[in-house]
């Protein structure tokens, strides 16, 4: 619902172009999605992009609704246009990631961006149960020296067939751009492990990542080096079923095993599992109180 009533409020507007040629590429994004089994529709591309415009708004309120990762609040769907919350101030636009300027006044504000970058992906897959699917530095917006995320109409749950594959690589692609920025990052195998980790407890969330950092900015063995290259062609189980079909000691000999225990819940150790459940619009039960008062407050 559009709010009324206030004085000067902005809103931006987003126009899916119907054109089939935009849309040749995303049946991926969408065939294997169990939210829209029934409203698929392969040959129709005017069905399509309303379709794509759903999945953007039901993303962004689910995106939203977890009080932990900023994103534009979508007020209004018709067809194949959203109104939604604009991003910046007086009629001018936050710029993207790629366009901001960093660091002027703070040569360490890119490292702290860093860091809010990793995190926000890790509760995008851990607490929103999503997966970008194609995170850049062109679909993040920098605003008030925080990052916020848009464009997720491509963005698939993270049950999705194709979900950990797009998530290997948002992580190589943001590693890519923080590191020509001068950013000592994780490895991608790292920073992957760091995100589907299933059993790290929240509260340590932050802890365990500083020492990740730490040890990128003392750098990296060339065996650990040499497993990233491989875990960039490695098949990635996605549930214990599949890991019948995955020669573990040959995993092991080359020294990646350990993405398995993290992201199948089977890590050393019985440490109590930090994950939420899915946080589905309009669904209050599954949010904390601080998330609570976050939802309130963007749709006041």
Same mark, same amino acid.
């Given at each position: 619902?559009?709010?009324?009533?206030?004085p000067? *409020?902005?809103?931006?507007?987003? *126009?899916?172009?119907t054109s089939?040629l935009?849309?040749?590429?995303r049946?991926r994004y969408?065939?294997?999605?169990?939210r829209?089994? %029934?409203?698929?529709?392969?040959?129709n591309?005017r069905?399509?992009?309303?379709?794509?415009?759903?999945?953007e708004v039901r993303n962004?309120k689910?995106i939203?609704? @977890?009080?932990?990762? %900023?994103?534009?609040?979508? $007020?209004?769907?018709?067809?194949?246009?959203?109104v939604?919350?604009f991003?910046g101030?007086?009629?001018?636009?936050?710029?993207?990631?790629?366009?901001a300027?960093?660091g002027?006044?703070d040569k360490?504000e *890119?490292a702290h961006?860093?860091?809010?970058?990793?995190?926000?992906? %890790?509760?995008? $897959?851990?607490?929103?149960k999503l997966v970008?699917g194609d995170?850049?530095?062109y679909?993040?917006l920098?605003?008030?020296?925080?990052?916020?995320?848009i464009?997720v @109409?491509q @963005?698939?749950?993270?049950?999705?067939p194709?979900?950990?594959?797009?998530l290997?690589?948002d992580c190589? =692609?943001?590693?890519?751009?923080?590191?020509?920025?001068?950013v000592?990052v994780?490895?991608?195998?790292?920073?992957?492990?760091?995100?589907?980790d299933?059993?790290?407890?929240?509260?340590?969330?932050d802890? =365990?990542?500083? @020492?990740?950092?730490?040890?990128a900015?003392?750098?990296y063995?060339?065996?650990?080096?040499?497993d990233d290259?491989v875990?960039?062609?490695v098949?990635?189980? %996605?549930t214990?079923q599949e890991?019948?079909?995955v020669? *573990?000691?040959e995993?092991?000999k080359?020294g990646v095993?350990? $993405?398995?225990?993290?992201?199948?819940g089977?890590k050393r150790?019985?440490?109590?599992?930090?994950?939420?459940g899915?946080v589905?619009?309009?669904?209050?039960?599954e949010?904390?109180e $601080?998330?609570?008062?976050?939802?309130?407050k963007r749709?006041?």
């Open positions: 619902m559009i709010p009324e009533g206030e000067n *409020i902005e809103f931006a507007v987003k *126009i899916f172009k089939i935009v849309f040749k590429d049946e969408v065939s294997g999605e169990f829209f089994r %029934r409203g698929h529709c392969k040959g591309p069905k399509k992009v309303k379709l794509w415009a759903e999945k962004l689910r939203c609704m @977890s009080g932990m990762i %900023r994103a534009p609040w979508p $007020y209004y769907l018709k067809n194949n246009v959203i939604m919350e991003i101030e007086k009629g001018e636009a936050a710029p993207r990631l790629k366009d300027v960093i002027e006044t360490n *890119i961006l860093y860091f809010e970058c990793i995190t926000m992906m %890790r509760n995008l $897959y851990q607490l929103c970008h995170l850049s530095e679909n993040l920098y605003h008030k020296k925080q990052i916020w995320m464009d @109409s @963005s698939v749950e993270n049950d999705h194709m979900a950990l594959e797009f290997r690589r190589a =692609v943001m590693n890519d751009f923080f590191r020509k920025n001068n000592y994780l490895t991608t195998l790292k920073l992957f492990n760091f995100i589907t299933i059993t790290l407890p929240a509260q340590k969330v802890d =365990v990542l500083a @020492s990740l950092l730490k040890a900015y003392n750098g063995t060339q065996n650990e080096l040499e290259k875990f960039e062609q098949y990635i189980p %996605r214990l890991l019948s079909h020669d *573990i000691y995993e092991q080359l095993e350990t $993405y398995y225990e993290n992201l199948t089977l150790g019985d440490e109590e599992a930090g994950a939420g899915a589905e619009a309009g669904d209050q039960g949010v904390t $601080y998330q609570n008062k976050q939802v309130v749709m006041l």
